[in-house]
Structures are given as C-alpha cells and as structure tokens.
C-alpha cells in the first residue's frame, strides 16, 4: 500500500509563489520506476496532469498550461516530490493531488493513477 500525502496548500495572490510537497511511503522508492505526479481539479472542471517525475533517473513532465512557471523535483532522501508554483494565475485555484503509479507516468492519465493524497487547496486572488 502507497500513502500519499500533500501539504503547502494555502491562499496567495496573482504572482506569488507556493511549494506543494508529498511525502510518500518508502514503498515507492525502491528499484522499482514509479511515476509520482501531481494533478489539479477546479470546480465544475475536470482533473487536470499538472506534472510527473520518475522515482529513479532524471525524467520530468509539465504541462504546457504551466510551463515555464511550475516545476517538479523530489527528493528521495524525504520520500518527498515537491511542486514549486511561481507567477501563480487566479486561474491556477484548484484542488491539487499527489498521484503515484508502478512504471511510467501513462500521459498523465489520471484514470491510470491507483494511488491518490487527500489534496491541498491552493488559491490564487487576482
């Protein structure tokens, strides 16, 4: 069993900055290739990839809609993936979750995703 958990949510307004992390359970980094991502859900939207990065090796996958201005990095001494979020957009306000999956990160493809966190809110005022 995978735990996920996400924190550094919180309320900023239009250009500031958050880092979401989440820690992960010590089962995932092994010499197994797990791909943990980070996925977004506004009301009344669909869930949204955000980002991916690979357990093992230097891999990492952004979104258009936010690159350039988030950026994924882990660190597997922490057991932890973190999402820096700079020039934040009123339109980044969402639920943000940590997913995890054995293997590769499947196009971020949330339906792909067996293990969710319970999310954090980040919101952004303009």
């Known amino acids: 069993q995978v735990h996920l958990v996400e924190s550094g949510g919180g309320s900023v307004q239009a250009g500031g900055s958050l880092r979401l992390s989440c820690a992960a359970s010590?089962?995932?980094?092994?010499?197994?290739?797990?791909?943990v991502a980070w996925f977004r859900q506004a009301p009344g939207t669909e869930r949204e990839g955000v980002a991916g990065?690979?357990?093992?090796?230097?891999?990492?996958s952004v979104a258009d809609s936010v690159k350039g201005r988030f950026t994924i990095s882990r660190d597997n001494a922490k057991n932890t993936v973190y999402l820096q979020m700079n020039s934040l957009k009123p339109e980044d306000t969402a639920t943000y979750y940590c997913?995890?999956?054995?293997?590769?990160?499947?196009?971020?493809?949330?339906?792909?995703?067996?293990?969710w966190g319970q999310g954090t809110q980040v919101s952004v005022s303009s």
């Open positions: 997913a995890a999956r054995a293997g590769g990160c499947a196009n971020m493809r949330d339906s792909q995703y067996f293990y």
């Open positions: 990065i690979y357990t093992i090796g230097a891999w990492t």
């Open positions: 010590s089962f995932i980094y092994t010499d197994n290739v797990y791909c």
